[in-house]
């Protein structure tokens, strides 16, 4: 082998070895973030409600949920595992007491937010 075919194996194989170590170092970084990171997110929208607003969340077959805070919902693509398609897509109720309700979202006709307190 001449230089110059040393020469580019040497550089073709460099960049090889940075994509491979930076793929790793990612999945790493990745694999620790999602240890520690919740799996569900806190609904916010802005200018109408934020992560701790008591709502009433009424059905379509007529139940209500007084006094609840919309936790988030349920995705099937950010679960790892096995996931039942029927549980995709549920919307997660907070009861004032702790306890939490998993419901369809499609069941949701209607979201009343409180009006809010100027402080």
Known sequence: MNDATQTILAFAGAIVGVVVFL???????????????????????????????????????????????????????NIKQAFPYELSGMSILEHPDGSKTVIQSKLIRMIEVPKSDPA
Request: proline share 2%; net charge positive.
């Open 23 to 77: 793929t790793l170092f990612f999945k790493i970084i990745r694999h620790f973030d999602l240890k520690k990171a919740p799996n569900t997110e806190r609904v916010k929208l802005r200018g109408v409600m934020d992560e701790n607003t008591r709502v009433t969340v009424h059905l379509s077959n007529g139940n209500v949920f007084e006094n609840v805070v919309l936790v988030g919902f349920t995705q099937a693509d």
